[in-house]
Structure formats: structure tokens, C-alpha cells
């Protein structure tokens, strides 16, 4: 059994999609923390009614080092096998990066390499694209630059609006990602150069 | 009826996918000419067959104004309608973009704005996407970035090497690009700013 962290921001609906994978028996793993920087992050109500132990760790006022150092002395606590950031939206320095090499994933809604940064759909969506989706990787130094573990097409339909085409990304969000956590879970994941084989 | 030029470099199976659907009657459009920079291109024998005028307009020893201008009158003698570029190698200067304007398309081997350039199946082999595909679009200045009209995903498979991703993908250009051709011979394409609408 891998202990898995949950880094989140905000609403946490992926951390939920991985939590019903969990308590489902289809992840190899357990959910040993629930970190947030934002002290209102719904995210962090999910983990609580899952029973999940939660962490507000704010970013003000301190430096950035500060600030994950903060987060790094939880997950050593708990011995964390996997850091999972799911709509964790600040760019963490390459100390950080550094020392979770290749335990740190991250889901980006949108087929990269395009559209990296903070907004996947509406940057799909403006650019006039046909086809989306969202991405699943492996954090390294760049912005949304890691190893690819998954990609999910989302076709754009005629008739879409931005936020339909979003609604339907997330559908598929919460399906890639804890596939991915469980693919890691299960030691499936085999990185080579820039790519990520899957093993059978 | 839609007076179409294919401009060609090489092998033409894009161009044989075209030729296939007039043949059937599933575009509303007459091949008119196919135009090669390649004496030797093997597409040329592929019009040829169907019974399509064929030019080669080799561009060494000359300037590329003067090159573009041989095709234009080719162009203007036919009174051409839609300009198709498959596998057309060279890339074309604002003279000729700006007097084709919304009347000249383009199929990438890759899900644009990822993957411009020449190589698009490698490179996104080489990324490590999980997700490929293929993009046809209006041609405007720029490499690559016009309006977008179709794009196809192709997802990349555990077992695929870059030979049979690419196989894959080739068949879905054959699909995708006649299919643009059919839209716009039909009147169904909107260009509004970046955006291709698809009219019922």
C-alpha cells in the first residue's frame, strides 16, 4: 500500500474522483494527508468527511522556501510514497520538485505541450482548437513539461460552449487521474528519458 | 460544383483520398489540376490515373516569388476555388497566403498549436504524448497557425512503435482532409476570427 498526499487549491473534485477510487478498492493506496494553501479550499470538507487528515498550510507572509518546507516536513511525517497535485495552483521551486522526482504528478486540462499555465480550457477553447483534453504527468522543473503518464482526448462539438466543453473535460479528468495514481500504485509506471511506459 | 488544385511533394495519399471521394460523389468539387515542386512525386502518377491535369513546377534556379507565380497562374487560368495542400513541402510566402486567403488549407500530422514543423508524428513520438492526431486548417501567414477546421486525435497505444502510430494516423487523415474538402465545397465553413464554424 502506497500513502498517497492530495495538493489542492480549491473545490477538489479530482481529489474526490480519488477518493471514491480508493474507497472503492481500485487503488493500491491510502490517502494519508490533504494539504491545502487556501484555508477555505472545499477540497479540504471532502477529506474531512472521508476521514482524511487535513492541512491548511497558508503562503503569506513567509517565503516560498518557508512555505513547502512546511509541506515537506508533513509528508516526511508521513512517509509519502506519492504527492498528488490536483488543482494546486502554485508553482513549486525545483528543491521541492527535486525531491519528489518522479513521486509528484500533477493533471493539466489540456493536451500538452499545448497550452501549459493556468488556463488549459479557456486556452483550447480561444485558439479555436477541435480537439482538447487534459494531461497527466509527472512534475519536473518546467512548467507542465514532465513525463506524460496520460492523455484523454476530448472532442469539441459544434454545438459546445466553453463550459460545456470543460464539464465534459472533467468528466474525463476524474477518470485519468486516479487511473494514474492507481497505475503508480500498483508499480506500473517505468519512466524512460522523457517517456512513461506502462507496464502490463 | 468547386473548382479544387492539390498541391503535392511527394507519395499523394492524401491527394488519392480526395481523388476516392470526388470519384464517389461525396464531394460537391472537381480536381482541376495537382501541382508537384517534384518532377518525381509520386502523386503526379496518382492524378494522372484519374484522368487530373498535372503540372510540376520545379522551383530550383528561380526565386520564390517567381516560383509561386507560375502556380498562381495555373490557379487563375483554372479559376480555382479551394487550394489543398497535402504534403506540399515548401512553405508559401504572404503573396501567395494573402491572395488565397481563406480558400487555401492545410493538413498537420499533429494536434496544433503542438508539433508545427515538419515532423509532426515524430515529434509528438518523441515528446511521449499519449495523444497524437492530425489538424486540417486554413493557411494564414504564419507556419501552421491559421483557423483550425477538423482535428482527429490518434491515441498513442502501449504497444505502438512510431512506424504503426503513424500508419494509424495516416488513415485518419484520409478521413479528416477529404471531409474538410467536402465542407467547404458545400459552403458549410465560417471563419470567425480564430474560430471555424461547421454550418449545419
Chains 1, 2 share one sequence.
Not at 52 to 62: D, R, V
Not at 90 to 96: A, D, G, K, P, Y
Request: aromatic share 6%; hydrophobic share 40%.
Amino acid at each position: 500500500m502506497k500513502n498517497i498526499t492530495v495538493l489542492i487549491s480549491g473545490n477538489g473534485t479530482n481529489l474526490q474522483a480519488i477518493i471514491d477510487n480508493v474507497k472503492a478498492g481500485k487503488i493500491n493506496g491510502k490517502i494519508v494527508a490533504v494539504i491545502s494553501n487556501k484555508a477555505d479550499a472545499f477540497g479540504l470538507e471532502r477529506a474531512k468527511k472521508a476521514d482524511i487528515p487535513t492541512y491548511f498550510i497558508g503562503h503569506k507572509g513567509i517565503t516560498r522556501e518557508e512555505h513547502e518546507q512546511k509541506i515537506i516536513d508533513i509528508l516526511e511525517k508521513e512517509k509519502v510514497d506519492l504527492v498528488v497535485l490536483a488543482g494546486y495552483m502554485r508553482v513549486l521551486t525545483s528543491l521541492f520538485v527535486g525531491k519528489y522526482k518522479n513521486r509528484l504528478i500533477n493533471i493539466h486540462p489540456a493536451l500538452l505541450p499545448a497550452f501549459p499555465g493556468t488556463d488549459g480550457y479557456g486556452d483550447t477553447w480561444n485558439y479555436g482548437c477541435k480537439v482538447g483534453g487534459c494531461t497527466v504527468h509527472f512534475v519536473d522543473e518546467g512548467v507542465d513539461t514532465g513525463p506524460i503518464i496520460i492523455q484523454r482526448a476530448n472532442e469539441i462539438r459544434e454545438d459546445d460552449t466553453l463550459e460545456t466543453f470543460k464539464q465534459r473535460g472533467l468528466d474525463i479528468e476524474h477518470q485519468a487521474l486516479p487511473e494514474a495514481v492507481k497505475l503508480f500504485c500498483d508499480d506500473k509506471l517505468k519512466i524512460e528519458g522523457r517517456k512513461v511506459k506502462i507496464e502490463k
